[in-house]
């Protein structure tokens, strides 16, 4: 149980356009999914916390209109690069976190989608 | 604030031997802490945490982690290595405070080499 998929898993795309990437919870809701990105070898950075039915947050220095974040049903959140340059180049990954009931059960690990490879050109 | 931190960047372990993996932490309030291993390319793997309870956690893959409140601690150990295990592993404590949502802070991440 508890799977997360991505997709897609590799994207290619030319410099200006525009990019969706999908994160689904398989077998379990999610009211909240996080996205992360991450440069080789290197740590996560997480970019935005999405709420199902509600506006994302995001973290200081992450463009919003950049980076766009539709969570629309408590299995799929989208992420959306739009006009991609090279330096948006990363690897995305999503996190999903099952639905709770009240604050004290907020403890449930995230469970991780297998991320998403983006190379603008 | 809330931090983690992995004081080495690369650990090397011979095959058959003991690892660890170190990791720090400071936090307002009770830790929630979290070790995940990452595969070339792919997606981070859930090995264990600790929330509450013993301070000896035993997670996936004969991993086990050890809670030092004192030492504000949580080092990643395996009693004896394999080629397998060579990955990328971070280590995580989890925001709890009302008004930041529950997310994960990441350390910086250890590589860990084993070889034959």
């Known amino acids: 149980g508890a799977v997360v998929s991505q997709h897609p898993s590799r994207v290619i795309c030319k410099s200006g356009t525009s990019v969706k990437i999908e994160c689904r919870s398989l077998d379990f809701q999610a009211t909240t999914m996080f996205w992360y990105r991450q440069f080789p070898k290197k740590s996560l950075m997480l970019m935005a916390t999405?709420?199902?039915?509600?506006?994302?947050?995001?973290e200081q220095g992450v463009e919003k209109d950049k980076f766009l974040i539709n969570h629309a049903s408590l299995t799929l959140s989208t992420l959306t690069v739009t006009s991609a340059h090279p330096e948006d180049s990363s690897f995305y990954i999503c996190?999903?976190?099952?639905?709770?009931?009240?604050?004290?059960?907020?403890?449930?690990?995230?469970?991780f989608g297998p991320g998403t490879r983006l190379l603008v050109l | 604030a809330q931090s983690v931190a992995q004081p080495e960047d690369q650990v090397n372990v011979a095959e058959g031997n003991p690892l660890t993996v170190k990791c720090t932490y400071s936090v307002s309030g009770n830790p929630y802490l979290f070790w995940y291993v990452q595969y070339p390319n792919r997606g981070l793997q859930f090995l264990l945490k600790?929330?509450?309870?013993?301070?000896l956690v035993k997670g996936s893959y004969g991993f086990e982690a050890e809670f030092n409140k004192s030492q504000t601690s949580f080092h990643l150990k395996k009693p004896s290595a394999l080629v397998s295990d060579s990955a990328l592993y971070f280590c995580?404590?989890?925001?709890?405070?009302?008004?930041?949502?529950?997310?994960?802070?990441f350390g910086q991440g250890t590589e860990l080499s084993v070889k034959p």
């Open positions: 995580a404590v989890r925001d709890m405070r009302r008004n930041q949502g529950g997310k994960l802070i």
């Open positions: 999405s709420n199902e039915g509600s506006k994302a947050t995001y």
């Open positions: 600790y929330i509450t309870g013993d301070n």
């Open positions: 996190s999903a976190e099952p639905t709770y009931r009240s604050f004290r059960d907020k403890q449930e690990t995230q469970y």
